[in-house]
């Protein structure tokens, strides 16, 4: 069946780095969007970050722009989430998700979801 196993989380300092891998297996995912996503305690999961089944489309949500990088590698079937300049703001559990035909923004949209990673940024 269809896993999605994120990884890369952990505890940052403002301003540190972490780079997320979401490692998908059990479908043919070259052919799909992918997206990341977040969700803080307390508050709905929210868009971060989509990218095109051919990785030449990107789409950040206005609040990571310039700080994180989406990027796929379709021969390993793997997506990366490279998160620079991270915010105390940034903290949340990060997932990973399969979309399908389109681009979307919209969590309901998306097909298979990972089980998520931790994020904390400290002040």
């Known amino acids: 069946q269809v896993q999605l196993v994120e990884s890369g989380g952990g505890l940052v300092q403002a301003g540190g780095s972490l780079r997320l891998s979401c490692a998908a297996s059990?479908?043919?995912?070259?052919?799909?969007?992918m997206g990341w996503f977040r969700q803080a305690p307390g508050k709905e999961r929210g868009f971060v970050s989509v990218?095109?089944?051919?990785?030449?489309?990107?789409y950040y949500a206005d609040s990571v722009k310039g700080r994180f990088t989406i990027s796929r590698d379709n021969a390993k079937n793997t997506l990366y989430l490279q998160m620079n300049s991270l915010k105390p703001e940034d903290t949340a559990i990060y997932f990973c998700?399969?979309?399908?035909?389109?681009?979307?923004?919209?969590?309901?949209?998306?097909?298979?979801w990972g089980q998520g990673t931790q994020v904390t940024v400290s002040p």
């Open positions: 990218i095109s089944a051919n990785g030449g489309s990107t």
């Open positions: 059990g479908g043919t995912f070259s052919l799909y969007p």
């Open positions: 998700a399969v979309g399908r035909a389109g681009i979307s923004y919209i969590p309901a949209t998306y097909t298979y």
